[in-house]
């Protein structure tokens, strides 16, 4: 993915419109989540099984690749603000991820992946 | 950014703790809500003008780049699991937005970005 | 439910700490949005039958009524600030459902109420 | 408020549609998720300011009522599924608020308010 090409190409976009004055961090959050509820919309009343189920309804997979693409964009905006590297950032937590959940304490492990236990009122928000 | 590398690490990581029977779309959709509302919570008592500020500090600064990376591993995870190319995907979303909002209209027009109008109010959701 | 009564407790606590400054509607809603993903994230890996049976789990149980407690709280602020008065918005919104979905039509329709149709494609938000 | 006639109110018109099927508390709480980001995408371009002077805009405030009355009923649903009592959990919450952020030390505190510091990341995810 060439992810810096698509940052230009949303530069190029909001600066044509003058839109660079609305995307403060602040306001690119609110977009962020705004447009995950979106998705959250499409499953709120599916079953696990039918939300699976989906891969094979076309119209359904349209919305769900608009919602994807919206929440990417909003992403890439922010990391541009923020000079955030996404890969390197992402990599990272995958590294920090695999220490803090061993396999053999998670594996197959539902109770412990599910429940908020007295270790995860501990937890920080990360 | 090799975002297959990127996805193959995550299938992995699910895989080793049999995770997978979790990470039905719905579920997904919901853990991706979740993150990115990690995010509004860092921003939710700033101004604006602070939510820029906070490229300055390197203490909230991780946080911000933990919650990103949070962000784009689940959307990484259930793009994987729907088949869903997310770069095709947003540049057909970006060529979409260029013929919604012309130029001409848009520039410069905070009203029209910012207002819902009389079709809006139409579909509201329930 | 004395809801004035909360209310005016509400504001004497936010008073007390000068905290009104921070409570523009703007804020506030993104308050909203990031104590529900709270709740999301309790039920995120939950099957919906174990979201039932989580009733029967005093700690968990707990947990939900504080992050019940705290959506509540930033709507009584949100309404309180905006002078929306909740009980009439919400009979009004009750009756305004009986219409959109009539019962002869929506009855066990699970289809009706699952699904997003054309017109809803229509309304993408951008 | 007479919050236990809205929740016979709300039982009546799920049960007359036979869509209890659909209001597991996980859904509920993706439903919850959703309507308070509608809320979110009407204030997620304007200033602070302009947040508040939305009471001097009919149309924008019809609409603020309707996303209130959405998030307040499907709030009332659940808590009426888990058999929580709004209002004590309200006063407890508010009780406890109290305790954890004496006058002495948040009054007039925007960075004690704003920021997340050391602290924070102890802090339960209440």
Known sequence: MNLNAI???????VGARNWEQFHSPK?????????TAELLEIFQWLTEKESKEILNNDLEMLQV???IADIFIYLARLSDKLNVDIEQAVLEKIALNERK???GLSKNNAIKYNKRDLDDLDKSKE
């Open 7 to 13: 940052q230009k190409k949303l530069r190029d976009f």
């Open 27 to 35: 306001n690119l959050s609110m977009a962020l989540a705004a447009e």
């Open 65 to 67: 690749r608009h919602e």
């Open 101 to 103: 959940y061993p396999v």
